[in-house]
């Protein structure tokens, strides 16, 4: 009973013109959508690549200080007298 409702439908021209339009409408519609969608992945993405680049920086800093750092109490007394701090 469907499928002959649907083919009696179908058959008329002004309704297959219809059809196809809403069919294109639909695919861009959904196109839209999937590129609003990649789009706010890559934003979370370059997020947090920029956290990570920040979080990279901090660990440099961290180990340039330690490698500065007096290797014995003689070293920081010399730099204490000195005034090197």
């Known amino acids: 009973m469907w499928g002959s ?4 439908l ?3 021209p002004g309704t297959r013109r219809v059809t196809a339009i809403a069919l294109a409408a639909l695919t861009i519609a959904l196109f839209i959508l999937n590129l609003r969608r990649t789009a ?3 934003g ?3 997020e947090r690549l920029e956290t990570l680049e920040r979080t990279h ?7 340039d200080a ?6 014995s109490r003689d070293d ?3 730099r ?6």
């Open 5 to 8: 409702l649907l083919v009696s």
């Open 10 to 12: 179908l058959a008329r």
């Open 40 to 42: 706010e992945r890559a």
């Open 44 to 46: 979370r993405a370059a």
């Open 57 to 63: 920086a901090i660990h440099r800093q961290m180990l």
């Open 66 to 71: 330690a490698a500065r750092r007096p290797r």
């Open 76 to 78: 920081l007394l010399d």
């Open 80 to 85: 204490l007298r000195g005034g090197d701090f």
